[in-house]
């Protein structure tokens, strides 16, 4: 069986810890070995060699079969080399190539956190396809992603994004739009990451399902069609939302638990680290980025605490390192959403009420500046990264997110609002 997404690849290091026998198993797989698996043995440590039997995979009881495949299909996204995300599933993408049982196996660990771009989209959509036409042609072959994908990711897919335009199949009795494939799987995660530009298709596949449920006879007794609790936006902007203007989207927002902004935009980054160099806001007071005025928090009903990001900035301070894309220490801001709805979003976190910094950026001769522009730091989460992440300057980065945050964000931050670097 081939696996069809197969851009998304990762490599084999944590296998090394499944000791000497599944270790030398596992390497034939990787060479595509699958002839007489089940007959070829591997020897135990030569210690033991003489005094005990030579041992085979398939003398395995299969439920233990069952969890090593399980294990070794697993990415790792904590990682402590250099991060590699086009590596991610390669191991996984091996073990398909053995058998139906194996694919059966691994596709569920690979389909839980899924990460998506222009370079993979296209992928993962003509996978879609495949399976698609595999439900009507070929119904062994088939295998329903939907249910197994917890976690997905796209980031700015640029002319990739999955159209709504019907594509045609030799295959299939139907034509179907990428759309209408994909959007199972956005509205199926509970935990969905996307490029704030691209917010778009999920404004698309929200109001799609939303349209089928207003056809039906029995509206109020059905589940909202989505399962989307943690909703986290990259590169964050101060455009206004078309999501919030409609019922779907309205509906999509109230039900949305966590909303995490991730990572900052390069402005923002630069203003923050700009801010503490030059002493605009004391040395544990954060200054909240613009965009977050235009966020209709009031349509996060359910909403109980949003995250953001900051470079951890320490002085004396050298911007020229930071200018040439040097990383630094992150620090994850959780705020209750109390403090966001039904009120002015603040526009500082304060470390200390009684420092004498920290009205700087605030100070207009035209604005009063009063207690609701100002929240306590004592009522605000902060967690360090343990290692430093890559921040964008405006004079290093492209139009990308950097692998960084989706190792970040794949590592649990969306799950868990924790850090794992």
């Known amino acids: 069986m081939n696996?069809?997404?197969?851009?998304?690849?990762?490599?084999?290091?944590?296998?090394?810890?499944?000791?000497?026998?599944?270790w030398n198993f596992f390497c034939y797989c990787s060479r595509g070995v699958k002839r007489r698996l089940f007959q070829t043995s591997f020897p135990y440590h030569s210690a033991i060699m003489e005094s005990t039997p030579r041992a085979s995979f398939n003398d395995l009881p299969a439920e233990i079969v069952a969890i090593v495949i399980k294990y070794a299909a697993e990415p790792t996204f904590t990682q402590d080399e250099e991060y590699e995300p086009t590596n991610l599933y390669s191991t996984a993408r091996e073990l398909c190539l053995v058998s139906r049982t194996f694919r059966h196996l691994a596709l569920p660990i690979v389909l839980h956190t899924v990460l998506l771009d222009f370079d993979n989209m296209p992928a993962f959509l003509h996978a879609l396809r495949m399976q698609n036409e595999y439900a009507q042609t070929y119904p062994a072959l088939r295998f329903e992603?939907?249910?197994?994908?917890?976690?997905?990711?796209?980031?700015?897919c640029l002319d990739e994004c999955p159209s709504d335009a019907p594509v045609d199949s030799s295959l299939t009795s139907e034509p179907v739009s990428d759309l209408d494939l994909i959007a199972p799987l956005?509205?199926?995660?509970?935990?969905?990451?996307?490029?704030?530009?691209?917010?778009y298709l999920v404004t698309s596949c929200i109001e799609r399902a939303w349209t089928r449920m207003d056809k039906s006879t029995d509206r109020?007794?059905?589940?909202?069609p989505w399962n989307t609790k943690t909703l986290t936006l990259s590169r964050m902007s101060c455009d206004t939302w078309e999501m919030a203007t409609l019922a779907s989207g309205s509906a999509f927002l109230a039900s949305i638990t966590h909303f995490i902004a991730l990572p900052p935009e390069?402005?923002?980054?630069?203003?923050?680290?700009?801010f503490r160099t030059r002493r605009g806001v004391g040395p544990q007071n954060y200054a909240t980025p613009l965009w977050m005025s235009y966020v209709p928090w009031n349509s996060f009903e359910r909403l109980e605490r949003a995250s953001l990001v900051?470079?951890?900035?320490?002085?004396?301070?050298?911007?020229?390192e930071y200018s040439i894309g040097a990383?630094?220490?992150?620090?994850?801001?959780?705020?209750?959403?109390?403090?966001?709805?039904g009120r002015r979003v603040p526009a500082e976190i304060q470390g200390s009420k009684d420092t004498e910094e920290g009205y700087f950026s605030l100070q207009d001769g035209n604005a009063a500046v009063s207690d609701e522009d100002f929240v306590s730091l004592n009522d605000v989460h902060v967690a360090v990264s343990d290692h430093p992440v890559h921040f964008c300057a405006m004079t290093?980065?492209?139009?990308?997110?950097?692998?960084d945050w989706q190792k970040v964000w794949a590592s649990g931050l969306q799950a868990e609002g924790r850090w794992v670097l």
């Open 396 to 403: 290093t980065c492209g139009s990308c997110v950097h692998p």
């Open 145 to 156: 992603y939907t249910p197994h994908v917890r976690n997905i990711w796209i980031g700015e």
């Open 266 to 274: 390069e402005d923002d980054t630069y203003l923050h680290i700009l």
């Open 220 to 224: 109020e007794s059905l589940p909202l």
């Open 310 to 320: 900051f470079p951890r900035v320490q002085l004396p301070f050298d911007m020229f």
């Open 327 to 341: 990383k630094l220490h992150a620090e994850l801001l959780t705020l209750p959403g109390s403090m966001l709805k």
């Open 186 to 199: 956005l509205l199926g995660a509970s935990s969905l990451a996307i490029d704030f530009s691209c917010l």
């Open 3 to 22: 696996l069809a997404w197969t851009v998304i690849a990762r490599g084999s290091h944590t296998l090394t810890r499944l000791g000497p026998l599944l």
